[in-house]
């Protein structure tokens, strides 16, 4: 299974940008499915995950209301809409596939395929 994030680059303060992952493979929507961010000199953050079918969704307390998390499963993708970013939403975005679950989680060790990461970085 390869996952392909896309999407980042350079965006102002109170911006938005939205991040897809493509994903290969016919077991896609299988998948819970998660989006994680790591800043510079920090440890991986969980920031929103996704199950199945879509309709269950979880966030961390610092994205809550400003990011959204969607999947399409004929696509094989899942997308990350960021609105009001803020400069402390700066770092690789990292999205992630497990196969041993079928809710979203927020565990990186649930997750069993990671992207490549797309950057973010938010300027004030």
């Known amino acids: 299974v390869q996952l392909q994030a896309s999407g980042g680059g350079l965006v102002q303060a109170g911006g938005s940008l939205r991040l897809s992952c493509a994903t290969s493979?016919?077991?896609?929507?299988?998948?819970?499915m998660g989006w994680f961010r790591q800043a510079p000199g920090k440890e991986r953050e969980f920031i929103a995950a996704?199950?199945?079918?879509?309709?269950?969704?979880i966030y961390a307390e610092s994205v809550k209301d400003r990011f959204t998390i969607s999947r399409v499963n004929a696509k094989n993708t899942v997308y990350l809409q960021m609105n009001s970013l803020k400069p402390e939403d700066t770092a690789v975005y990292y999205c992630?596939?497990?196969?041993?679950?079928?809710?979203?989680?927020?565990?990186?060790?649930?997750?069993?395929?990671w992207g490549q990461g797309t950057l973010v970085t938010v300027s004030s």
């Open positions: 992630a596939a497990s196969e041993r679950y079928y809710s979203g989680r927020s565990d990186p060790s649930d997750y069993d395929y």
């Open positions: 493979g016919r077991a896609f929507s299988t998948y819970g």
């Open positions: 996704i199950g199945v079918s879509g309709t269950s969704t």
